[in-house]
């Protein structure tokens, strides 16, 4: 490939945001104009770890950064300066296997390692080899090259950590796998605005032991990414709260204190509204006693046995704007058969075609599903919505059912 062609091509790396791919395009590239052999090396930001590819491994071989410490390919990466050495030292710039032996068996030969510096940073090197030498000219070449490709090669790699993280962020936002409670059984589901974050403002989670829980069900003001991330903090204050006092008034209102603090000096106007019930399984029948707190939320609807179904009459202020609130308790009483339904705005305020979904429609569905299962009564629900809204965009929803066995 001429040299002209060479360097045009070079452009063409950044079509691709995958590491592996960049690396072995670049491999590829120089060969055999340049080099007779080739591996390039890649720098992980965060770990520190190291991933050298060639045509020896293109799977790649990952070392850790001090195991190239004082050597020829060391320097490289630590100061993007280019180090040419003979083939009697081709351990330094090549220190792992199959690499080094696919590289000694080009001797006698002379091997050159460029950086590839990209936005003031080292991200890795460029390592070639040639039965013969390198002429000046031809190393300066190379190191245009070098430079060029450096910045499709970072590009790469910083498209692959930031989605590792987002990867890692978006899974400690996920809702939790509801625990095995004895004499109740639980269900929920959660539909996210946009579905491909597969995360939204609404939650619930489910904390406590033996015969004593507390079960919750929140939805912050606004959607996506923002709304997750205050979720996800509102679930760890809950927890928390939860840790050293069950009662829903005094979980409440300790999570309404600190949404404060933290919602207070940022410049969003979130607010978060949430539903708190300490949940109390009778000893040796079936049935629980549930006692209830209310910020600002849907309460909860009370499917009973016989179909009857009614709304728990329990109220309060949204969490996170006020600095001291404190919420009211209202007790109910699940008998064997009985689910009581926790779900958010979404549910009700779904918009069709006829309008809202509203609460009548929801009231009117349940009764057939008395003495139903809570996961069967739960996609009821959901798949009820979802064909009131006939492709239509939506809030996030979520709902959260506790039934009592038979």
């Known amino acids: 490939m001429r040299r002209q062609q060479l360097e045009e091509a070079v452009f063409e790396l950044g079509g691709s945001l995958n590491v592996r791919r960049t690396a072995l395009q670049l491999a590829n590239l120089v060969q055999p104009d340049l080099s007779d052999w080739t591996m390039v090396v890649v720098a992980d930001g965060g770990t520190g770890e190291l991933l050298m590819l060639g045509e020896a491994d293109p799977a790649g071989v990952v070392i850790g950064r001090d195991d190239v410490d004082g050597s020829a390919l060391g320097r490289v990466l630590r100061s993007g300066h280019t180090e040419q050495v003979d ?46 030498a390198f002429d000046p000219e031809e190393v300066a070449f190379a190191e245009r090259i070098a430079a060029r490709s450096a910045l499709a090669v970072d590009s790469a790699r910083l498209y692959e ?15 939790p796998t509801l625990p095995d409670i004895p004499g109740v059984r639980l269900a929920a589901r959660h539909r996210a605005a946009f579905e491909e974050l597969e ?18 069900i929140g939805d912050v003001c606004g959607k996506g990414v923002e709304a997750a991330a205050v979720a996800g ?29 933290v919602l207070y000096d940022s410049t969003t106007t979130q ?9 109390r399984p009778l000893p040796n029948k079936a049935g629980a006693n549930v006692d209830l707190a209310n910020a600002g939320h849907h309460a909860p609807l009370l499917l009973r046995a ?21 919420y009211g308790t ?77």
């Open 199 to 216: 995360i939204g403002g609404d939650f619930y989670d489910v904390i406590g032991r033996d015969d004593d829980w507390l079960v919750a």
């Open 306 to 326: 016989d179909g009857l179904v009614e709304q728990v009459d329990v109220y309060g202020t949204v969490a996170g704007v006020v600095a001291d609130l404190q």
């Open 161 to 175: 950590e930031r989605s590792r993280t987002a990867s890692v962020l978006q899974h400690s936002l996920r809702l």
């Open 330 to 406: 209202r007790s109910v009483c699940l008998d064997a058969g009985d689910t009581m339904l926790m779900f958010t705005d979404g549910v009700d305020e779904a918009w069709g075609e006829a309008g809202e979904y509203g609460m009548e429609r929801l009231h009117n569905l349940l009764p057939p599903y008395a003495g139903a299962p809570p996961e069967t009564l739960c996609e009821a629900v959901e798949q009820d919505v979802m064909e009131y809204l006939e492709g239509r965009a939506h809030d996030d929803m979520a709902l959260l059912a506790v039934s009592c066995l038979t």
């Open 233 to 261: 903090q509102t679930r760890q204050i809950i927890r928390t709260a939860a840790h050293f006092d069950r009662e829903p008034a005094a979980v409440l209102s300790a999570t309404n204190s600190v949404l404060y603090d």
């Open 271 to 279: 607010f978060v509204t949430m539903v708190c019930a300490r949940l």
């Open 87 to 132: 083939g009697n030292n081709l351990k330094t710039l090549v220190p792992v296997e199959p690499f080094l032996a696919s590289a000694t068996a080009l001797k006698p030969a002379e091997a050159v390692a460029l950086g590839l510096t990209a936005r003031g940073s080292t991200v890795g090197a460029l390592v070639m080899l040639r039965r013969g």
